[in-house]
């Protein structure tokens, strides 16, 4: 369910969106959590046992393929400053998928596999190994995607084709972790600040940010105001 803030984002996209052109942003050197191992060494763990017959490797491979999943999402919520947003693996999961990252298709499928070894004790077929490997290793180039994004567009300021107003600038903010939206329409100043004190919101803000980054070069506008009104689109 959207919160007032975000009905408020979606109406000023919706009058003001196809006025505007992505202007100029900036960067940032991202801080990445310290980590002994990362993603893709996992990833390769898991291919190694993906291939052999014994059953303790197939249990293995699962193992890694999580921990492969989970340190992606640690890291990309290290970046941002939200450590604190999601402190176990299907919050992690929930919140990478309520921010636009993965699909609730692959959320399913990522915790049914899961859940059937770790919780229903239950040995892992062929097929699912191979499901959850390739879902795994999509999600992490996706997330890493995600953080390429946010190194060069951490700030975004996008002005009327005009000149003048409308215009609006959108930031993220690390402490306290937030998404901010300054936006200006003729006379009037609107902050719209999409904080980490819940989840919701703070995915909300972040789907938003991380579809005007992706619209800067790369998505319609058509296509932008229909999936922040959560709607399909279909090219005519």
């Known amino acids: 369910m959207s919160n007032a803030k975000y009905v408020e984002l979606v109406g000023f996209m919706k009058r003001n969106l196809e006025h505007l052109s992505y202007s100029s942003g900036s960067g940032k050197d991202l801080e990445f959590p310290n980590f002994d191992l990362m993603p893709f060494d996992y990833l390769d763990f898991a291919e190694q046992d993906l291939d052999k017959p014994s059953l303790a490797a197939k ?20 970046i941002l400053g939200a450590a604190n947003v999601a402190t176990n693996f299907p919050k992690k999961l929930e919140f990478a998928s309520a921010c636009g990252a993965i699909s609730s298709r692959s959320l399913v499928k990522i915790n049914k596999i899961r859940n059937r070894v770790e919780h229903e004790y239950a040995e892992p077929e062929a097929a699912e190994l191979d499901a959850y490997y390739d879902i795994a290793n999509g999600f992490i180039h996706t997330i890493e995607g995600y953080i390429f994004m946010l190194s060069n567009h951490w700030v975004m300021d996008w002005v009327s084709n005009e000149g003048g107003s ?8 690390t402490t306290p972790p937030s998404v901010k939206f300054d936006l200006k329409e003729g006379e009037s100043y609107k902050q719209l600040l999409f904080d980490a004190t819940s989840m919701t919101e ?3 803000g972040l789907k938003a940010y991380f579809l005007l980054c992706r619209g800067a070069s790369l998505l319609s506008i058509e296509y932008m105001l229909a999936k ?9």
């Open 202 to 204: 703070y995915c909300q």
């Open 228 to 236: 922040l009104q959560g709607k399909p689109f279909h090219d005519t």
């Open 166 to 173: 409308p215009a609006f600038r959108a930031a993220i903010c």
């Open 59 to 78: 249990i293995n491979c699962i193992g890694h393929l999580k921990r492969a999943v989970e340190c992606q999402l640690d890291t990309l919520l290290g």
